[in-house]
């Protein structure tokens, strides 16, 4: 059975664990729930507990059967009270977690993607750059050219 990938780096882990690749959508869940070709197949989706439950419900409508299965919990930590200029952020329950702790206010913001973006706008606090496709060293790239060219802090 083919897996459909959520992006570039999980396709290259099933590949390199012996599996076969269906699909490759540009990342991220919500992308594979629209991009995949998954009309009249039988889907398994494992996924985090706090995965969006619009994506699984877009999932279901367009697949013959679908299987949702939490397969992992995240629990997010506050981070240090260290001063910082930027936060990087990798995924929404990162965002959680520095939030338990500290305020955004005053902190140049990168996403790593647009769920991760949308889940920081969701809070009030809209990055200043988001990779697209979500990527880490394309979000980085981004917030160095910020940085480089000068842009005021917000």
């Not at 990055?127 to 842009?151: C, E, F, K, M």
């Amino acid at each position: 059975m083919p897996a459909f990938c959520v992006g570039p780096a999980t396709a290259q882990a099933v590949e390199g664990a012996g599996g076969v690749v269906g699909y490759v959508g540009r990342g991220g869940a919500a992308d594979l729930a629209e991009g995949a070709p998954l009309d009249g197949l039988r889907v398994v989706f494992p996924h985090s507990a706090g995965t969006d439950r619009r994506v699984v419900d877009r999932i279901r409508s367009r697949a013959a059967r679908l299987e949702d299965r939490v397969v992992y919990h995240t629990r997010p930590r506050p981070p240090s009270h260290e001063p910082v200029d930027a936060v990087l952020f990798g995924s929404p329950s990162a965002v959680d977690g520095w939030l338990m702790g500290r305020s955004l206010d005053g902190i140049v913001l990168a996403a790593i993607g647009a769920t991760t973006a949308r889940h920081l706008t969701e809070r009030g606090h809209r990055p200043h750059v988001t990779a697209d496709p979500p990527d880490y060293r394309q979000a980085a790239r981004l917030l160095a050219r910020r940085s480089n060219h000068g842009i005021p802090r917000p």
